[in-house]
């Protein structure tokens, strides 16, 4: 099954930068949605941007798709310590996730104090 | 409070030994699912399901068991037929017309 791959694995930026992940992926999709998991813990989803939408914004979270490319970007303003954990991204192809969502290996996020 | 409760948190278990994860919701989501998560690794799908009394295998079926009696609950056996089943297994749900997975906070289990 198609799998989308975050980049950068890893990294690790002072409190106060902003941080900047992407994902690709192979196939079209219906939507594309990022999660984060705090270590040992479930995930909680974060945003979902449908394919036909370019950007999308809540509070200090900014994704971007570009559908041309397979590409998503989340960026996080501000970066706050509470931030540290690992970001996913995940893709529908069904719509719904009726039939789940395929998720990348993550993007460990270290905000350094 | 709604959410997604599984149990155990940590288990461990015998090699041979079949052993049974529960998850349990009361957000009234129609669809729910098993997924793996290895270290320093993505999600795998295990197991799904829409409705009650159906269920879809995912990209790793092999070695697992589930059942969907109730809305509420799906369950995953984990077989002594799963060759590496120590793993971190996570339960979610949703409604299906909207796609955002709610997560439990996983169970993980050992294999002595």
């Known amino acids: 099954s198609q799998q989308g791959e975050e980049d950068p694995q890893a990294l690790s930026i002072q409190e106060g930068e902003n941080a900047t992940m992407n994902c690709s992926y192979k196939t079209s999709i219906n939507n594309l949605q990022w999660y984060r998991q705090n270590s040992g813990r479930g995930l909680v989803h974060l945003i979902l941007i449908r394919s036909n939408e370019r950007e999308k914004h809540s509070g200090r979270l900014r994704v971007t798709l570009d559908t041309s490319k397979k590409s998503s970007s989340l960026l996080i303003t501000a970066s706050r310590a509470a931030d540290t954990a690992s970001y996913f991204c995940a893709t529908d192809l069904s719509g719904g996730g009726a039939d789940g969502l395929t998720f990348g290996k993550g993007t460990h996020l270290i905000i350094q104090p | 409070d709604g959410g997604i409760t599984q149990s155990p948190k940590y288990l461990f278990r015998k090699e041979g030994q079949n052993v049974t994860l529960s998850c349990e919701q009361n957000l009234n989501h129609d669809a729910m699912y098993w997924y793996r998560q290895d270290p320093g690794q993505g999600l795998r799908l295990i197991y799904y399901s829409q409705i009650v009394n159906d269920f879809q295998k995912g990209d790793i079926a092999e070695g697992y068991s589930v059942s969907r009696e109730k809305k509420e609950s799906f369950p995953l056996t984990v077989t002594s037929a799963q060759k590496n089943p120590t793993a971190f297994y996570l339960c979610?749900?949703?409604?299906?017309?909207?796609?955002?997975?709610?997560f439990g906070e996983g169970s993980r289990l050992t294999v002595l």
């Open positions: 979610a749900s949703t409604f299906t017309y909207t796609g955002e997975l709610f």
